[in-house]
């Protein structure tokens, strides 16, 4: 059979041409096919592999042999199958009412080209910054660590890295928990999914911030819910006037995307909320680890008995949003609901990865990984607002400096009329994403009505940022030449990037179209 | 502010330290706290971690300074913060409808230990058969082959990886498509879920084969549907008078657990009855991989015009479970709605593991390791099958023995009703694993009424398969003793095997008492 194995492709080439020959009725039923060795002639391959290939027919039913006879079609099989080429494919696509929301959302597309002049876009990190040669040190460890027997895992996530996490997160968020109510889920896309199928109906109200994640939005109004949009602050999500609900979601250790840290105050006021009318509360702490002027505010699960809050973590800010690794912490009566979620889903996280984790937090290696990480993200970040205040002044306004891996800048003189003529004019350079998407459209008046940009530094280099910014002034001074806007950017500035332009602008418009259908990321 | 990071920790500690005081009242509103000099003197630290952790109180909104003043704990917060702890938990945990339904499955449990003298758990697969060094070398090679940016990637899965398989499924399964109808999952359970959350509406039916691997079902049952059992027998699921439903799950390769291949005729009936009555197949082929005595049946979906199949394949019966990498091959019309929806479950699968898997089936490394797999489980399966007919002649019939990795044992002379004796018997030494649990428990009549076990054989050694068949042929003796059954079984086999019982015996009933919360596991 090792032989046969061999010459498979061969085989399934010659009981195809002869399937096909049969549904053209080439050999009608009944027929007698050639003899092996004619046709063994015919495609130059010995008979063993014809006859292997008739007796492969003769298994599936499409040809029978008789006591010493050739091979003969059977009775009626070809009248049957060309029918079925017949019928016409169903015009409509049959999709469940869960199918039919997902195909009114955006289909992403690939990240910008490399040859920008910079790529604000928020939620890529530098490779550089990535701990390769740990990981892959970690990651061959847990390949030659493998138990004798490969089975499936526990859906909740390897108990080791639940253990490890355990500790983490106490160390870095203050955040109490026991290793049963950590589920590892693959990013916190995912356990943010699973929240909103466990826990939401079609119909039911989840508040969210507005602006919000728009991925977030996306996976409520998948299943049905109506998310409620709520303003924010500097402090956050408000709290004052929470209507009813059956969830919110929140980022209060820096609110996507504007920044704000959610204040002790109300911190109490939305737990507090959530237990009067029995909502839970998702808090996405997905960019925590990353806050420059004090040490992180304690999670919002650590105020909570644990008894409202699913913690919502990941490690694609920290190591790579390539690894798809996250982690939920829920409360204990909700564990074994996200368990059986989590193994129906996909059965359990990648157990190579979960390893390799586990043995980078153990080993303190992450830790001082995200030191590191933090130190250079702290430089890019200082370039970063540096340039802009350099470059435009009190024309720009930052937001959301003091933590995470972006900031908003507003461009206090270009109204919100004309973003998509900036954007058109700046693709050809540059990776621009405005706020504006972020915002609940029904609800326009929340708009600051001028343009304002997300602007993501983690993957860039310092040059590349000052560069940016450099190209987004000599932008903003087209802009204004074509027309009344008053802008204080001098010629100089723009020198360097003239020429190129008739080019980078047909693939910037391209980008910029693509680009538009991905407005929900982070 | 690098120098803080390192002290985050008893800083935080501090923090949680102070806030658990105001929490108990030992410091009410508008108290002074200590000077930094003095805690600082308590805590055996720096002054300048007290005022840190003062700083942080004060940036979370805790305590309150005015002009050189001490630290005071703000007004009202005292008071409030206990009441959040007298507010009762809630009583009930409230989830969804599809929380409900899934809180109902049962919750896996690890596999057996190693000590048994053998584990016929079916699913698992030998890690000496993982081709360790070519996965540790194409993972290193993604690792350094990454970009600069890490981003994002295509929620369908890497382009390379999809072409990849687009050959391959051509050479070794006759199946035709275009990568964009390839959507990369984590592993068949994803597929599978996705296709029942984008197919599935509460209260629609469909169709399972009866015995049916159990977590389909469950995959299904969790989404409100409504499986219809259908029997199968040695040609597969019976398509004779099929009835009205939405989705037909099907494993026409290799009928789990049964082992039954479906012909030609029943696959163009269940075709034509799906176009008839507008439903989908899934065509779960996920061990068509190991085919012994002929080369593999073509897929359902190379028959189809890709209009009504969804192909479902999976690694990890080739390389790993623990691997979580599958595919679907969907209709170009429902591609849209499998990628969004991909999407929103968890963004895309991992990308590391994607790179190395295409680079693996690019290279042929892939092929050539799957002919080696199925060496290497013919000789195990051999072994299995001379074992079984060495040792109980007629009193044991088997099923599905030409293709997969298991066979189904039907025990002749044990009745259905003795199962839990005999399995309770055999947990000291054997992972054995019934096949009733797959029967659909609506439908009695439907099982064969005499004991049947799924016997995998891929990840066990050929003396331990020996020697647990051994063992099995010795718990039928003492099955036979304990009553009127006659099982020509010799003393002389079981000679090897006594002692250790009591011990084995314990662990044993606790080792079945896990097990079977694993049923449904394929």
Known sequence: MGQLSEDMTVTRQICEAIKDQIRRGVHGPGARLPSTRALAAEWGVSRTTVTAAYGQLIAEGYLETRQGARATVVQGLGLDVPKLREVPAPVTVRLSSYGQRVLDLPI??????????????????????????????????????????????????????????????????????????????????QGLDLCARLLLDPG?????????????????????????????????????????????YVTPSHQFPLGGVMSAARRRELLSWARRSGAYVIEDDYDSEYRYDIAPIPALQALDGAETVLYLGTVSKTLSPTLRLGYLVVPPGLRDAFVSAKRLSDRHSPALEQDALADLIVSGAYERHVRSARRRNRERRAVLLASLSKTFGDDVAV?????????????????????????????????????????????????????????????????????????????????????????????????????????????GNDQRSRQWTDDADR
């Not at 639940?162 to 950590?182: E, H, M, S, V």
């Not at 993957?459 to 190209?471: A, D, F, H, K, Y």
């Not at 204004?480 to 602008?505: I, T």
Request: neutral net charge; hydrophobic residues 40%.
């Open 108 to 189: 992403p597309s690939p990240p910008l080209p490399g040859r920008l002049i910079a790529d604000f876009r928020y939620g890529d990190v530098a490779a550089a910054d990535f701990p390769t040669l740990a990981w892959r040190k970690a990651i061959s460890a847990a390949i030659l660590r493998r138990p004798a027997r490969l089975g499936y895992g526990d859906p909740a996530g390897s108990l080791e890295l639940r253990a490890a996490l355990q500790g983490y997160l106490w160390r870095a968020r203050g955040l109490r928990c026991d290793p049963d109510q950590i589920v590892i889920v693959n990013g916190s896309q």
């Open 399 to 507: 937001v959301g400096a003091d933590a995470g891996l972006h900031v908003v800048a507003w461009l206090n003189r270009v109204p919100k009329e004309r973003e998509d003529e900036l954007l058109a004019r700046a693709a050809a350079g540059l990776g621009l994403y405005p706020v504006s998407p972020l915002y609940d459209p029904a609800v326009p008046a929340s708009h600051p009505g001028i343009v304002g940009l997300v602007m993501g530094y983690a993957s860039l280099g310092e040059r590349e940022i000052e560069q940016g910014v450099e190209r987004l002034a000599s932008v903003l001074d087209v802009l204004a030449q074509s027309n009344s806007l008053k802008l204080d950017v001098s010629r100089e500035r723009v020198r360097s990037h003239s020429g190129s332009n008739a080019r980078g602008r047909r693939e």
């Open 204 to 248: 039911d109200r989840v508040l969210v911030e507005n602006p919000c994640y728009g991925l977030a939005r996306q996976t409520f109004s998948a299943v049905g819910a109506v998310p409620i949009p709520v303003d924010v602050d500097g402090e956050g999500m408000r709290t004052d006037g929470l209507g009813d609900a059956r969830l919110a």
